[in-house]
């Protein structure tokens, strides 16, 4: 089946600091792979995705490589900011219908 | 172009109402989906409508149906409520409905069951 298993949060970084979440799939199939993030109050938004193995998705300084060998979308950032305190929902929607299977959400907060 | 658009954005209902949300897909995209969104069980999948059609369903009791319109807007119903329905939900569209394709999401209803 499909499934998506995230790191679990929270998660709290000084600010410019590193910032990676891990993420693995087990997809039937050949998925597309997605980083989506919820602010407060909001729905979601997609940040990137990746729809073949070793592309890298990336927006606003994120980055997510697809590695189909580890079977990984781990989200990166080299420098966080205050304003990316959020959740980042990691998701897959593979070749077999219309439908997303989502990580469990890793809650980030980056202090000052 | 206008993005995903849901109404209402909050509805407080008491047990044993009904509820119907609406959803606006972005101009052109024919499919419709539904998530719940809580923080016990987090995202899951309610169902999927593609030209008037239901495709898709998840796991949830029959008290949870949908339909879309000719212009691809799509309600959802919620019979019978309980408190467990209290969410977030969220309604997503894409193009064409194929697999491997981006869903855009609108911000979503919050629910709340008294």
């Known amino acids: 089946g499909n499934s998506v298993t995230q790191m679990e949060g929270p998660v709290t970084l000084s600010e410019e600091a590193f910032l990676t979440i891990n993420c693995t799939y087990t997809?039937?199939?050949?998925?597309?792979l997605f980083w989506y993030v919820q602010y407060p109050g909001e729905g979601l938004q997609l940040l990137l995705k990746?729809?073949?193995?070793?592309d890298k998705g990336s927006n606003k300084g994120f980055e997510a490589t697809y590695r189909k060998e580890t079977t990984s979308f781990h989200l990166e950032k080299g420098s966080v900011q205050v304003s990316d305190s959020a959740v980042y929902f990691c998701?897959?929607?593979?070749?077999?219908?219309?439908?997303?299977?989502f990580g469990t959400g890793t809650s980030l907060t980056v202090i000052p | 172009k206008a993005g995903v658009t849901q109404t209402p954005r909050y509805l407080i209902k008491t047990r044993g109402q009904q509820v119907t949300l609406s959803c606006s897909p972005i101009?052109?995209?024919?499919?419709v989906s539904w998530y719940q969104q809580t923080p016990g069980q987090g995202l899951q999948f309610l169902f999927e409508?593609?030209?008037?059609?239901?495709?898709n369903k998840g796991n949830f009791p029959g008290r949870f149906s949908g339909r879309q319109f000719s212009n691809s807007r799509s309600e959802m119903n919620v019979s019978t409520l309980e408190l467990g329905d209290s969410a977030l939900y969220l309604c997503?569209?894409?193009?064409?409905?194929?697999?491997?394709?981006?869903?855009?999401f609108g911000p979503g209803t919050r629910l709340l069951v008294l």
């Open positions: 997503a569209s894409s193009i064409a409905g194929q697999g491997r394709e981006t869903q855009y």
């Open positions: 997809a039937t199939g050949y998925p597309s």
């Open positions: 990746a729809t073949k193995a070793d």
């Open positions: 998701a897959l929607n593979s070749n077999t219908g219309n439908q997303f299977y």
């Open positions: 101009s052109g995209h024919r499919s």
């Open positions: 409508y593609f030209s008037e059609t239901q495709r």
